[in-house]
């Protein structure tokens, strides 16, 4: 049978009102986690309440396995959208390979919260991060619904091992963004290789902005090292594409490796 929403400790929640918490503090799993959809190491999924990871961890060996979306190490997918929610992940990581569809996140597969924090997190060991689609990142595959006054941020954060996407939009840290605001500072991507089988695959980031005002993608004190290997256009060695409207990037750089379309 097909089984949805399943994570190491909370499969889904059933609240679904912004306003309400879910926190899962001082945490390990050490267990493999399998499912279909919204499959994560902590958490599979939840609706529109806020989400407050701090301090846990997913270790030894195995995997996180879904054969659909939204799959991550920690959480498979937050938030339908609605105004005012969050996700934050804060001094957690997770050591396992993760494998999905679309939106496959080394912590974080997907989520629609208006405000997504990643901060002093890892995906550790040298693992493979991999989507049979699209939107597929070391850290996170896929935030934000470009409403405005989203926000998404990694500080302090980094992933270790092979990032591999079979469709567009495959980052090193990031897949896709579609926050209007997109922050990444005191971050890396080290060791193994980012492959994308379409377009935009980058270092870092594979994809942020909708193209509308006030977008912008700041990068500070990054760096990304490792190949980057992309099958269509734009592929670069931190960046595939952004279209926000102001793009800043400070005190970072390329350490290793190449970006290429094969």
Same mark, same amino acid.
Request: charged share 5%; glycine share 24%.
């Given at each position: 049978?097909?089984? #949805?929403? =399943?994570?190491?400790?909370?499969?889904?929640?059933?609240?679904?009102?912004?306003?309400?918490?879910?926190?899962?503090?001082? @945490?390990?799993?050490?267990?493999?986690?399998?499912?279909? @959809?919204?499959?994560?190491?902590? =958490?599979g999924s939840t609706s529109d309440e806020d989400v407050i990871v701090t301090g846990s961890s997913l270790v030894g060996s195995g995997s996180?396995?879904?054969?659909?979306?939204?799959?991550?190490?920690?959480?498979?997918?937050?938030?339908?959208?609605?105004?005012?929610? @969050?996700?934050?992940?804060?001094?957690?990581?997770? @050591?396992?390979?993760?494998?999905?569809?679309?939106?496959?996140?080394?912590?974080?597969?997907?989520?629609?919260?208006?405000?997504?924090?990643?901060?002093?997190?890892?995906?550790?060991?040298?693992?493979?991060?991999?989507?049979?689609?699209?939107?597929? *990142?070391?850290?996170?595959?896929?935030?934000?619904?470009?409403?405005?006054?989203?926000?998404?941020?990694?500080?302090?954060? *980094?992933? #270790?091992?092979?990032?591999?996407?079979?469709?567009?939009?495959?980052?090193?840290?990031?897949?896709?963004?579609?926050?209007?605001? =997109?922050?990444?500072?005191?971050? &890396?991507?080290?060791?193994?290789?980012?492959?994308?089988?379409?377009?935009?695959?980058?270092?870092?980031?594979?994809?942020?902005?909708?193209?509308?005002? *006030?977008?912008?993608? &700041?990068?500070?004190?990054?760096?990304? $090292?490792?190949?980057?290997?992309?099958?269509?256009?734009?592929?670069?060695?931190?960046?595939?594409?952004?279209?926000?409207?102001?793009?800043?990037?400070?005190?970072? $750089?390329?350490?290793?490796?190449?970006?290429?379309?094969?």
């Amino acid at each position: 049978a097909t089984v #949805n929403n =399943v994570g190491g400790f909370l499969g889904t929640t059933s609240f679904g009102a912004a306003g309400t918490t879910v926190t899962i503090p001082n @945490s390990t799993v050490a267990a493999s986690v399998s499912g279909a @959809s919204q499959v994560g190491g902590l =958490v599979g999924s939840t609706s529109d309440e806020d989400v407050i990871v701090t301090g846990s961890s997913l270790v030894g060996s195995g995997s996180i396995t879904g054969t659909g979306n939204n799959v991550g190490g920690l959480v498979g997918r937050t938030g339908n959208g609605a105004a005012g929610t @969050s996700i934050t992940i804060t001094n957690s990581s997770a @050591s396992r390979s993760v494998s999905g569809a679309s939106s496959v996140g080394g912590l974080l597969g997907a989520t629609a919260a208006e405000q997504a924090a990643v901060t002093g997190s890892s995906k550790a060991g040298l693992t493979t991060v991999q989507g049979s689609g699209r939107w597929v *990142g070391g850290l996170v595959g896929l935030t934000g619904n470009g409403a405005a006054g989203t926000t998404f941020s990694i500080i302090q954060s *980094g992933a #270790n091992g092979n990032v591999v996407g079979g469709g567009d939009y495959v980052g090193g840290l990031l897949g896709s963004s579609g926050a209007r605001q =997109v922050t990444i500072s005191a971050s &890396s991507k080290s060791n193994g290789i980012v492959q994308g089988s379409g377009e935009s695959v980058g270092g870092l980031i594979g994809t942020t902005g909708t193209g509308g005002g *006030g977008t912008t993608l &700041s990068i500070d004190d990054t760096y990304a $090292n490792g190949n980057v290997i992309g099958a269509g256009d734009y592929v670069g060695g931190m960046i595939g594409s952004s279209i926000a409207k102001r793009l800043t990037v400070t005190k970072s $750089n390329r350490a290793v490796g190449n970006g290429q379309a094969v």
